[in-house]
């Protein structure tokens, strides 16, 4: 009790400067907290594919469309995914290639997204479920379905849909606005509330560089829709395996370079078509491009912060000397001297943080009634435990090392001395 006694004493006495230090540290939390979210802002997509599937993959694009009608600007694909799937089935090395289509429900009203079982595992989807995951669920012979943003549908429920199926691209034998429609019935097995998950471009052609970014958007801009995520399966969709003209070509891990650049070689015949873990790295180059661009701010920023907070610390506790210095001669010891400042050190961290606290909650509140363009646009502003506590740490680090020097230069000198220039 004494000990804190004597370290209120310390705070009263030099009020106005325990007053900027408790402002610098709730500034430097801040600082920290924005800059770590910034790098998790652009480096989301590189920390969530690098282990992916894809990193083994080829993305194929399709052959470009001929303009058969200048007037109306009409255009088609001639029709090759049966001559291609012929051509890769001599490659050893393909484990599968991708389904990944975007059909219609209810006269276009909602949206139905359908995805083979890797493709769908590491777009997040299965982690954002609630309930069980499509390639798991046994549904009695009925077709299952997971939910997003469904308006009182509950898991269990039995929905009649009535979906829209065609291509996103015309060929001679398919034009892109002939529609089938069919009714089927299909078995919620669980539900997506949480708005985390990513979906795929179901088209996108490019001979340029192509990063994961441009693959991927938010399911930010069907919210205002019920959104349907289905297994594929040969009954309903046989005639739309290839509804995009896009897919993963996933290999196998072992798979050498000579044969990678053979598959590729075949199907450059057929459209463009660009490694995957080329994708992921350029996320990564554009991430680093990014940050650096933010670099010199954010980090001057922090560095002023940081170094201003050592420097009124260390004249703060040089303030102090003469305090400490009396107790010292009249026989305080070294560690209880420490012990009496660790304990005002500490005050200030309290009301630092409590501070820093304070602006979190409005800023969460504020958070909470934005409406980002993205989902991922969140991200900068999001705040939690793990990044407050290491700031935290960060800067008590800083704190105790400006504050334990002026305790050395007293510990070395004799208590005559001391008294001396006191």
Same mark, same amino acid.
């Given at each position: 009790m004494k000990t804190l006694y004597?370290?209120?004493?310390?705070?009263?006495?030099?009020?106005?400067?325990?007053?900027?230090?408790?402002?610098?540290i709730a500034l430097a939390l801040l600082l920290i907290t924005l800059l770590v979210n910034r790098y998790d802002y652009y480096f989301k997509t590189y920390h969530d594919y690098k282990d992916s599937p894809i990193q083994h993959a080829l993305?194929?694009?399709g052959r470009e469309e001929t303009i058969i009608d200048e007037e109306d600007f009409d255009a088609l694909i001639k029709d090759y995914h049966q001559d291609l799937i012929e051509d890769l089935k001599d490659h050893a090395d393909i484990e599968g290639i991708s389904v990944y289509s975007y059909f219609s429900e209810d006269n276009g009203e909602n949206a139905v997204f359908v995805y083979d079982d890797i493709t769908a595992g590491y777009?997040?989807?299965?982690?954002?479920?609630?309930? =069980?995951?499509?390639?798991?669920?046994? *549904?009695?012979?009925?077709?299952?379905?997971?939910?997003?943003?469904? =308006?009182?549908?509950?898991?269990g429920d039995t929905l009649i849909l009535d979906l829209e199926l065609y291509?996103?691209?015309? *060929?001679?034998?398919?034009?892109?606005?002939?529609?089938? =429609?069919?009714?089927?019935?299909?078995?919620?097995?669980?539900?997506?509330?949480?708005t985390d998950s990513r979906i795929l471009h179901s088209t996108i052609k490019s001979n340029a560089s192509l990063d994961m970014d441009s693959l991927l958007q938010e399911i930010t801009p069907f919210r205002d829709q019920t959104v349907y995520f289905m297994e594929y399966n040969d009954e309903l969709f046989s005639d739309y395996?290839?509804? *995009?003209?896009?897919?993963?070509?996933?290999?196998?891990?072992q798979a050498s370079k000579d044969s990678i650049e053979a598959l590729k070689a075949t199907l450059t015949n057929y459209g463009y078509v660009v490694e995957g873990s080329e994708m992921i790295n350029l996320s990564k180059k554009r991430a680093n491009q990014y940050l650096a661009n933010d670099f010199s701010l954010f980090f001057s920023l922090a560095g002023i912060a940081l170094v201003s907070l050592l420097s009124i610390t260390y004249l703060n506790v040089k303030k102090m000397i003469k305090s400490i210095s009396?107790?010292?001669?009249n026989g305080c010891s070294f560690k209880k001297a420490m012990s009496i400042y660790l304990v005002y050190l500490l005050l200030l961290i309290i009301l630092s943080f409590l501070i820093y606290w304070s602006v979190l909650g409005f800023l969460n509140n504020r958070v909470a009634t934005m409406d980002f363009s993205t989902d991922r646009d969140s991200l900068l502003y999001q705040f939690d435990w793990k990044v407050q506590v290491q700031s935290l740490g960060l800067l008590s680090i800083v704190l105790i090392f400006g504050s334990y020097l002026p305790f050395v230069l007293i510990s070395r000198k004799s208590k005559l001395t001391i008294l001396k220039e006191r």
């Open positions: 004597i370290a209120k004493k310390f705070f009263s006495k030099h009020l106005i400067a325990n007053l900027l230090i408790i402002i610098e993305f194929f694009m777009l997040g989807l299965k982690e954002d479920v609630e309930g =069980e995951w499509l390639f798991e669920s046994d *549904t009695n012979n009925i077709y299952p379905v997971i939910v997003y943003n469904g =308006e009182n549908i509950n898991k291509n996103q691209f015309s *060929t001679p034998s398919r034009q892109w606005d002939e529609i089938e =429609e069919r009714s089927e019935a299909f078995e919620v097995v669980g539900l997506i509330d949480s395996r290839f509804s *995009t003209d896009n897919f993963f070509i996933y290999l196998n891990e009396i107790y010292y001669v």
